[in-house]
């Protein structure tokens, strides 16, 4: 147990379909993070939400719109997805220091859902 | 634009030592990090080296070299469940958040 959950856990969709998967982290952090992780392929960072605001976004598709209501909870909602975008998705959540030198490195990871796209 | 360099495998033998490379070239550095993750499991954060020289935690090291853009993570007395993926991170200022490798899947063998 990292202190952050993701549900689903699975999730199989079509690609008319329209799903949300939900992160939510219980360590009081103010950072969350989306990314996707594919088969032989490095973790690849797709939203960066700080103190609830959307600081990065890596030229994701607009078939994913995340959206953070507070710090604890994160969505990505999902739709008209490709057969492409099957992977691994994770979220993840730090605390980002708002003075003096940050603490890098430490990121803690949910179990990811795994979604795969018909 | 960012990269990270580390082999894709390793193999090695369950009480041996293993050493995992990890060379990068990104545009600013504040310091490297290492995840394991085993499979099905998320990545789970085991060192991180801002300045130049080893970090010693348990079984495992961690080795940095700021000019040489080169770092290792040591495993020692290797377990048969330290079988997973090893990922080395670099994050290039304050304000962005981690670039990831692509990973080196370790076997440890009997």
């Keep these: 147990e990292t202190g952050v959950t993701q549900t689903p856990r699975h999730l199989v969709m079509g690609m008319t379909n329209k ?6 982290q219980h360590l009081g952090h103010n950072a969350m993070y989306w990314y996707k992780q594919s088969a032989k392929k490095p973790l690849e960072l797709m939203f960066v939400y700080n103190f609830k605001e959307q600081t990065e976004n890596n030229s994701v598709p607009s078939r994913f719109s995340p959206e953070c209501p507070n710090s604890s909870h994160l969505f990505l909602h999902l739709h008209t997805l490709q057969p492409e975008d099957s992977a ?8 980002e220091r708002t003075s003096g030198r940050p ?9 990811g859902t795994r979604l795969t796209v018909l | 634009g960012q990269s990270l360099e580390q082999p894709s495998e390793v193999t090695a033998v369950e009480g041996a030592i293993v050493q995992i490379n990890c060379t990068y070239q990104t545009s600013g550095f504040y310091g490297l990090s290492w995840y394991q993750q085993h499979d099905g499991g998320a990545p789970t954060f085991l060192s991180y080296n801002a300045l130049d020289g080893l970090e010693e935690t348990g079984r495992f090291s961690s080795f940095l070299s700021r000019s040489d853009s080169y770092g290792y993570l040591l495993l020692q007395e290797l377990q048969m469940k330290d079988s997973a993926s090893y990922f080395c991170a ?10 990831f490798g692509k990973g080196t899947r370790l ?3 009997a």
């Design chain 1, 103 to 111: 603490k890098v490195g430490e990121q803690f990871f949910g179990p």
């Design chain 2, 90 to 99: 670099v994050r290039r200022s304050g304000n962005t958040p981690l670039v």
């Design chain 1, 19 to 24: 799903k949300s998967l939900k992160c939510e």
């Design chain 2, 107 to 109: 076997s440890v063998i």
């Design chain 1, 88 to 95: 691994l998705y994770l979220c993840a959540s730090s605390q």
